[in-house]
């Protein structure tokens, strides 16, 4: 069953009737209830939403009222003790089951009274105001603010009598079971009620009832024997009152006792305090022993962003970055003349990874395939196998599911992450540029002196006409310019050498720098999408780890 959210109670008033401290362990307990969703039992999430719901409607409900309910078994008396402490015939009795149908109530002070058993979903009928001016003692004054509850049998033949039973046990500020010579070792009444709320001892009360029915010395042995069953089934210390509804007997003495608890005005802390308490000890084992790390450390993380980076081919990515940066410097390095002749030979793959080599590359890394899957998967589980080594089951699956919270996402999330690292195609050098323009210049010189020879040789050597200059016509000059040209094309070969040398060592620092960048961009992926989602995770828990502790009252 999924209750419903139950209210906030960090509002709560601060009752200084209440056990110390009960609402900020009701805080905590808010906080376990919110933190564990998702992770922990969903059973004991109810409970414990039910149990907030309670105490925070129990808490905002008058604090004057002490509600005290009287449960035994058919034949055990109690409507006859209800009857004899409330000084009043308001609850029928006798030996036929079940006598006691609904619960019946007596309040002493009915102001603020009626919203407390509207919540307890007492029927009018069977309310009942109790005054001292009424009949009886005067020491009836001391009870005001008791409201005492005859319940239903809770052996009844009837399901809705033992719900009935069920439900007032749950709430109740202080239980009073009532039992009889005869069946006190009841196996239903111990097995349903005694053992399950043996914690309770503080805010139970047991009476054994129509002792006028033993003689002293039997009383003496039925008490130790009943003592000694009810400390065997863990209620610490219990409190045992004997009392007689006919004679009277012992009526007194339980009427003293009540006089005390309302007097106290703490049985409803106290009674909120042992549900939290209990509350808290089933939370205790998920709560672990070891104390948890808060992030994932150093060498682990590193080690994560490193498979990551695998992952995502960013080595690979570097080495063609390399290749593309070369080829790409080819096209300003390079001695014009050898390019040209280059280019008459047809060369589509050059062309190809020239004009799509770095779109191809930012494409790559725009979906799935920009980081393998497996390989993420498996990076992710590596990571948190150090980190929950120590944790309960619960909350390790909890950090592993951090960790794999964006695992669909992140194969895109490192692709996006080297494609933004790629730098734009046309970004160039600047001494490419100068290299190019110092390759053209000495190309164009290389032309004009051959141009220049051809000059020489036609008006010099064959003389097809007069030479209008010296320059042209001196035959002379034409070994000359022979050595100009030939040592302008070596300073072009020589430029391309030495421009490829320092190419070289560029594209290696290059490539080392796109590696670097992709690494630090994947680094910074892999924090906000794995690592600060555990780092979360861990942190929930260490707040988890004391709230338990302050449930528990640790």
Not at 54 to 61: D, E, N, P, S
Not at 109 to 137: E, F, I, N, T
Not at 426 to 432: C, G, L, S, T
Request: net charge negative; aromatic share 6%; proline share 5%.
């Amino acid at each position: 069953m999924t209750t419903s959210a139950p209210p906030a109670v960090a509002d709560l008033p601060r009752d200084p009737a209440a056990a110390p401290g009960l609402t900020a362990r009701l805080d905590a307990l808010d906080r376990i209830t919110t933190a564990g969703a998702g992770r922990l039992d969903p059973a004991l999430l109810d409970d414990a939403a039910v149990l907030l719901d309670r105490a925070g409607q129990r808490l905002r409900l008058s604090g004057e009222h002490t509600v005290v309910t009287l449960a035994g078994g058919t034949g055990s008396g109690k409507s006859s003790l209800f009857n004899a402490v409330c000084g009043l015939e308001l609850s029928p009795t006798g030996m036929r089951r079940p006598m006691t149908s609904r619960a019946h109530a007596c309040v002493w002070g009915l102001d603020g009274a009626g919203p407390l058993l509207d919540w307890l979903d007492v029927d009018k009928r069977h309310r009942y105001a109790r005054a001292s001016a009424l009949d009886l003692q005067r020491a009836d004054d001391s009870l005001q603010g008791l409201v005492l509850i005859d319940l239903p049998d809770h052996d009844s033949i009837q399901a809705m009598h033992r719900a009935e039973v069920d439900r007032f046990v749950s709430v109740a500020d202080l239980l009073i079971w009532v039992v009889d010579p005869q069946k006190y070792a009841d196996a239903a009444l111990h097995r349903n009620y005694i053992v399950p709320f043996a914690r309770h001892a503080g805010v139970t009360l047991i009476v054994l009832n129509q002792v006028d029915r033993l003689a002293a010395d039997e009383v003496d042995e039925c008490v130790a024997d009943l003592r000694r069953l009810l400390e065997a089934e863990g209620l610490a210390k219990p409190r045992i009152v004997t009392t007689s509804a006919v004679t009277d007997e012992g009526v007194r003495g339980l009427r003293e006792v009540l006089v005390d608890t309302v007097a106290a005005r703490q049985v409803r802390g106290d009674r909120l305090a042992v549900d939290v308490n209990d509350i808290g000890e089933r939370f205790a084992p998920y709560k672990g022993e070891a104390e948890p790390p808060t992030a994932v450390d150093v060498p682990h993380g590193d080690a994560l962003k490193r498979a990551l980076t695998d992952a995502a081919g960013a080595p690979a990515v570097a080495e063609a970055m390399e290749s593309a940066y070369e080829l790409r410097a080819a096209d300003f390095i390079n001695w014009p003349i050898l390019s040209m002749a280059a280019r008459l030979r047809s060369d589509p793959l050059r062309r190809m990874r020239l004009g799509r080599l770095r779109e191809e590359l930012r494409g790559a890394f725009t979906g799935p395939t920009g980081a393998q899957q497996g390989e993420v998967d498996t990076a992710l589980l590596d990571v948190t196998d150090e980190v929950v080594a120590d944790l309960p089951a619960a909350w390790a699956r909890s950090v592993r599911a951090a960790a794999r919270r964006n695992a669909a996402d992140l194969p895109e999330e490192l692709g996006e992450a080297m494609r933004d690292a790629l730098p734009g195609f046309n970004q160039v050098p600047r001494w490419w540029w100068l290299v190019k323009t110092w390759q053209y210049f000495l190309v164009l010189v290389s032309v004009l002196g051959l141009a220049w020879i051809g000059l020489l040789v036609a008006y010099g050597v064959a003389h097809v006409a007069k030479a209008p200059s010296g320059w042209v016509g001196e035959a002379g000059l034409i070994p000359y310019v022979a050595v100009l040209v030939v040592c302008t094309l070596g300073m072009g070969w020589l430029t391309t050498a030495t421009s490829r040398n320092l190419v070289a060592l560029s594209s290696t620092k290059h490539g080392e720098r796109m590696e670097r960048h992709m690494r630090d961009r994947i680094a910074t992926v892999t924090e906000q999408k794995v690592l600060e989602p555990i780092s979360e995770e861990l942190a929930l828990y260490a707040a988890f780890r004391d709230d338990v502790d302050l449930v528990r009252g640790a």
